[in-house]
């Protein structure tokens, strides 16, 4: 009888072959490099849409003069070259995005590039101040609530977490500009609860692992169960975190920054917005996309670079 | 039930109740204006005083809380039924149309979420009557809150896909749509409840801030968000602790719907 070959799929993986997966982590890379150039596509063919259907696009100032005949007009427009075909149109306009040029927009009368690149410097100072500020307060209180397993400290903690995330964004801004407290400190109120909540019951998690436990039992200290069991282990999703904090950071800018007015790139979502200024919104949406994608996408691959994969 | 759930209970049915019954219980129309007493103390007359219009805060805070309360959850079962069912026939059907959806919902996922919603809310037209605002702002917030929940109903299909009696109940000849309905579905109950109690706090919290910067509800409709926006005046308000009912109302309730989860359920 001839014994039939067993499937690659179906064989067992072979056991203590632990290496370093490079091939996945470029495959992992490019599978997000591709959902960004779509992010980037999609986006460019949104703003394009919104530009080129809005109400006055492609209208020269010299068909409003009554001495031309019909004939001079339509050679005025058919000059203008933005009333091209909707494709020749479509690919100038990703073109021009490409080449980081994003029109002009509606309510500033200004290029879009320009007032990103003016607006975005008050906005980076700002996360610059609330992100490590945000993280060093939640890290340090999720160690230590956990590490001290304190119950009162733990309900104290999570009633102050929970009041604050029942507090709108723009409440916390509120009180932020009219005690001149700045944009930084908002952000990090808003920040810190959520992260804490998370960063706790991740710690909580796995100080609660069988390794752990019996790490504790046999009568290992605190810190050291901290450094050598709990924190490689919770490293991981603590990553991931904090590149979702980015993403919850960029959408507090908007309520703090328009309340404190502040001159960033949240102030200007706002008021594009509150301006239907949409070519503007529309590229302030896919910018910070694109930049959130590119955190979580780092951390991703910083997770996987980290993890050792079986064979 | 844990001590803290019955209390969430507690707080929240007895301010559904309350608010529910406005019409029965606020002394005066929100809208009403009392002219000869603008920026009234609390009296026998005004409860919470009145606002710079004259306008009764105790009644504006009974209605208020029923447009919040009533829209929020019906904003979180629009988003909820939409998690459902996109969630359900990825989890279901796999392959290149589970891809597809599942792609989408990540692509959504990595939108952030306030400049989602008000680029959408600024395509809508701005100028527009107050029960249209209102309904435009808690459509928009059931239309665009889908996409997590999605992930985690498609998870839980997933997960019931694999599970013996389904392959037993699809060997014997079950067709998909009843597997789905007499199978599937039922056991996505506690998943559909728990992403339907997590989206109502979220949208209340987005609608009220959406109100506090222009983009929600428009007056003279009352919602907490646009009671939060008198307090933009914060320089008296130690002298007038009365105008912060609504923020105490909303975190309430707020807290209400987290504690009714559980920590662990909602960090999940």
């Not at chain 2, 019906?74 to 359900?88: D, E, N, Q, R, V």
């Not at chain 2, 917030?141 to 392959?167: E, K, M, N, P, Q």
């Amino acid at each position: 009888m001839r014994l039939r070959a067993i499937p690659k799929s179906q064989r067992l993986p072979e056991l203590a072959t632990v290496r370093t997966n490079w091939v996945c982590i470029l495959q992992h890379l490019l599978r997000r490099v591709a959902a960004l150039v779509l992010i980037v596509l999609a986006g460019g063919i949104l703003c394009a849409t919104l530009v080129r259907f809005s109400p006055g696009f492609g209208i020269d100032e010299r068909e409003l003069d009554s001495r031309l005949n019909s004939a001079s007009i339509a050679a005025i427009r058919d000059s203008h070259p933005d009333n091209r075909s909707l494709p020749n149109f479509y690919a100038q306009y990703i073109r021009n995005i490409l080449r980081g040029e994003f029109g002009t927009s509606e309510t500033f009368q200004r290029p879009i590039s320009e007032l990103m690149r003016e607006r975005s410097n008050v906005s980076l100072r700002s996360l610059a101040l609330a992100l490590p500020g945000a993280w060093m307060l939640v890290l340090t209180g999720a160690i230590l609530i956990t590490a001290v397993r304190n119950r009162g400290l733990d309900v104290f903690s999570s009633v102050l977490a929970g009041a604050l995330m029942a507090t709108p964004a723009a409440m916390v801004a509120l009180w932020a500009a009219s005690t001149g407290r700045g944009t930084g400190i908002a952000l990090i109120l808003i920040l810190v609860p959520t992260l804490y909540r998370y960063a706790r019951n991740i710690l909580e998690r796995s100080f609660r692992k069988m390794h752990v436990m019996a790490a504790r039992a046999r009568g290992i200290s605190t810190s050291s169960l901290l450094v050598w069991h709990v924190l490689p282990v919770a490293a991981p999703q603590i990553i991931g975190l904090f590149a979702v904090s980015i993403s919850m950071a960029f959408g507090a800018l908007i309520p703090v920054e328009f309340i404190c007015d502040s001159p960033g790139i949240g102030q200007l979502a706002l008021q594009a917005a509150l301006g239907r200024d949409l070519p503007l919104l529309v590229t302030l949406t896919m910018v910070v996309t694109v930049l959130t994608f590119m955190a979580n996408t780092a951390a991703d691959a910083f997770n996987e670079a980290m993890t050792p994969v079986s064979a | 039930m844990k001590v803290d759930r019955k209390i969430a209970w507690f707080v929240i049915l007895g301010l559904v109740t309350v608010c529910m019954c406005a019409q029965l219980i606020a002394p005066a129309n929100y809208a009403k204006q009392f002219r000869e007493a603008p920026n009234a103390s609390p009296s026998k007359q005004f409860l919470l005083g009145t606002d710079d219009l004259g306008r009764d805060r105790f009644s504006r805070l009974l209605y208020g809380g029923r447009v919040s309360l009533l829209l929020a959850p019906a904003a979180a079962l629009l988003s909820t039924c939409l998690a459902a069912g996109l969630g359900t026939v990825a989890g279901y059907s796999g392959g290149m149309l589970a891809r597809i959806l599942m792609g989408t919902v990540d692509l959504f996922l990595s939108l952030p979420w306030f400049f989602l919603l008000i680029t959408v809310r600024a395509t809508l037209p701005l100028d527009v009557s107050p029960m249209t605002s209102v309904t435009v702002t808690f459509a928009l917030l059931g239309f665009l809150g889908w996409a997590a929940s999605a992930r985690v109903v498609y998870a839980g299909v997933r997960a019931l896909r694999s599970s013996d009696f389904i392959t037993t109940a699809r060997s014997c000849g079950c067709v998909p749509w009843r597997t789905l309905a007499v199978h599937i579905m039922p056991n996505l109950k506690p998943i559909l409840w728990a992403q339907f109690l997590v989206s109502i706090p979220a949208f209340i919290l987005a609608e009220a801030n959406l109100t506090m910067l222009g983009l929600g509800v428009a007056e003279p409709l009352p919602s907490w968000g646009s009671l939060l926006k008198e307090l933009e005046n914060y320089d008296n308000l130690s002298a007038q602790p009365w105008r912060l009912a609504p923020l105490v109302l909303l975190m309430l309730v707020v807290w209400g719907f987290q504690a009714l989860l559980g920590h662990d359920e909602v960090m999940a």
